[in-house]
């Protein structure tokens, strides 16, 4: 009879603490894409989404609606992308040992 008891787990694991820091910077991340990604759009749509050709507004050159949504909410977005980078996110080392990796060792 082949062995089909199924592999025994916690038995002597330890879960690498890389993982616990890589899925907070995981949630982190996703919150981020998700409030870049509404500020964008609904920024667009509030600007722009019910008016008709004749009412758009320009700002530089750019219709208003595109102007603030786009380049502008991107500027917002940059500066705050290097805010969570710098507060949140922690350089760690991938390599199975846990080594960074030093020229030396290439």
């Given at each position: 009879?082949?062995?089909?008891?199924?592999?025994?787990?916690?038995?002597?694991?330890?879960?690498?603490?890389?993982?616990?820091?890589?899925?907070?910077e995981l949630a982190i991340a996703?919150?981020?894409?998700?409030?870049?990604?509404?500020?964008?759009?609904?920024?667009?749509?509030?600007?722009?989404?019910?008016?008709?050709?004749?009412?758009?507004?320009?700002?530089?050159?750019?219709p208003a609606w595109f102007f603030?949504?786009?380049?502008?909410?991107?500027?917002?977005?940059?500066?705050?992308?290097?805010?969570?980078?710098?507060?949140?996110?922690?350089?760690?080392?991938?390599?199975?040992?846990?080594?960074?990796?030093?020229?030396?060792e290439r």
């Amino acid at each position: 009879m082949p062995d089909t008891e199924p592999p025994v787990r916690d038995a002597g694991f330890e879960e690498d603490p890389r993982y616990r820091t890589a899925k907070r910077e995981l949630a982190i991340a996703l919150a981020y894409w998700v409030a870049f990604t509404t500020a964008v759009t609904a920024t667009a749509w509030l600007l722009g989404g019910h008016k008709t050709a004749d009412e758009l507004t320009f700002v530089l050159g750019f219709p208003a609606w595109f102007f603030w949504s786009v380049p502008v909410t991107c500027l917002v977005f940059s500066g705050i992308a290097y805010v969570l980078v710098r507060r949140f996110f922690t350089d760690i080392p991938l390599s199975a040992d846990g080594d960074a990796g030093g020229p030396e060792e290439r």
